[in-house]
């Protein structure tokens, strides 16, 4: 009996040491989020292709906080004279995820 109640206790205990995993991908948010109608991967819709983007922002260490702002507020100027609208809606979390995704894209 007390083997079976240490089994127990010990499966239980390494079963709340699993990490945590992201629930979505930075391309399942970007399509969730609409990403998709103005952005391609490998080309320009409305927006640059998010491979693009990765190739501009490629070795700036600031980039994730600053694309994850963009993303936010939304912006223009940058890629053309088209503004992005804001994402006032998406958590910061999801946008981390996404811009992160994107940056990988290099």
Do not use: Q, R
Request: charged share 20%; net charge positive; glycine share 8%.
């Amino acid at each position: 009996m007390m083997k079976l109640t240490l089994s127990i206790l010990l499966a239980s205990c390494a079963m709340t040491a699993l990490p945590v995993m992201a629930s979505e991908s930075g391309a399942d948010l970007a399509k969730k989020n609409n990403c998709m109608n103005c952005h391609g991967v490998d080309k320009k819709i409305v927006g640059p292709a998010f491979k693009d983007i990765a190739k501009k922002y490629k070795g700036n260490a600031e980039a994730v906080a600053l694309l994850s702002k963009k993303v936010k507020d939304g912006g223009s100027g940058v890629w053309g004279p088209i503004p992005m609208s804001p994402n006032k809606a998406v958590s910061d979390a999801d946008i981390k995820v996404m811009v992160e995704y994107v940056l990988a894209l290099n």
